[in-house]
């Protein structure tokens, strides 16, 4: 029998693909030849001897110690394709946000609540929450994976001008990626010309930190900027600055830090990019079809 641990909840028709005559899953099990993970970290626990994968149902992998899995041989499976629509619908979401005063005009509107004739009081707010269409504007896509080439694809289709960029292929490559990124462009060129900026890259050594100081007074004044990624790509002290100069209009997050999450013109949200039935499922299925793949086959299928 495989013995699967299940470090956090897994959506019960992934489980399904694990034949029980097979497998034993299980949030404890005493040597485990997989483990089945969503976010919580790896990094502080011990691996058994047994260990031969880890499946993270989900696409980041910051909180697995890479590292130390490829020292010792344990085979590690994300599932890039499955949460990317979730994501995608949340970044489009976010695209407005940062552009219409809707999390304000939200909060102003329920302040009403009891009070009378409340009709003619909302109509107050029209003159009050005036925010910019995003048509014609462009849309810097830094990151062009799984979700990134659809953010282009939709920005694209809302009349975005849409320059894209990947720090991990060429320029050229990018582009040939999705024929809706208007134009590939250098990390530059999206700082000093783009109006929106939304960030789809993992977080890595490389990555942390990427939006700083340096790159926000690059910017163009008022760029509004959206990451669904990781809190960690932006250095949020250098951020705080950069909202408060009014350099950057707005800023919307999933992963709001201490900094910036009580400013006015930051949008926060808790982590809910993945936050779907279907992204649950999918991604349920996808880590354990991978799992099984490699235990019983030893195939290495990354879907
Ligand atoms: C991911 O890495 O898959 C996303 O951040 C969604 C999530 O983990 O909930």
């Known amino acids: ?73 344990i085979a590690v499976f994300n599932t890039p394709g499955a949460n990317a629509n979730a994501v995608k619908e949340l970044a489009l979401c976010a695209l407005f946000l940062a552009s219409r005063k809707i999390s304000d005009g939200i909060v102003w509107a329920k302040s009403l609540a009891g009070q009378a004739e409340v009709e003619k009081l909302v109509e107050k707010g029209k003159g009050q929450f005036v925010g910019p269409e995003i048509a014609g504007k462009k849309l810097g896509v830094i990151g062009l994976g799984a979700i990134g080439v659809m953010v282009c694809n939709t920005a694209h289709h809302l009349d975005m001008e849409v320059l894209g960029y990947d720090p991990y292929i060429s320029v050229d490559s990018a582009w040939k990626l999705s024929r809706f990124v208007d134009k590939a462009a250098d990390l530059n060129t999206i700082f000093t010309e783009c109006d929106y900026i939304s960030i789809h890259v993992p977080l890595t050594k490389e990555t942390r930190g990427m939006l700083d100081r340096e790159a926000f007074a690059k910017m163009k004044k008022n760029v509004r900027i959206i990451n669904l990624a990781r809190g960690e790509l932006v250095n949020n002290a250098d951020l705080a600055e950069a909202l408060e100069s009014g350099e950057v209009a707005c800023y919307v997050t999933d992963f709001p830090s201490e900094e910036v999450l009580g400013m006015k013109n930051v949008v926060a949200i808790p982590h809910l990019g993945a936050s779907t039935p279907e992204s649950e499922d999918n991604c349920a299925v996808f880590a354990a079809r991978e799992l099984r793949e490699y235990l019983e086959n030893g195939n290495i299928v990354n879907s």
Request: proline content about 4%; aromatic content about 4%; some cysteine.
């Open 1 to 73: 029998m495989y013995q699967v641990k299940l470090i956090n909840k897994i959506a019960p028709c992934g489980l399904d693909k694990l034949d029980r005559t097979k497998y034993v899953c299980a949030e404890e099990v005493e040597h485990p030849d997989a483990l089945l993970v969503r976010s919580t970290s790896l990094h502080e626990i011990e691996f058994d001897s047994s260990l031969l994968a880890i499946a993270r149902a989900g696409i980041g992998v910051n909180n697995i110690p890479l590292e130390r899995c490829s020292e010792a041989g």
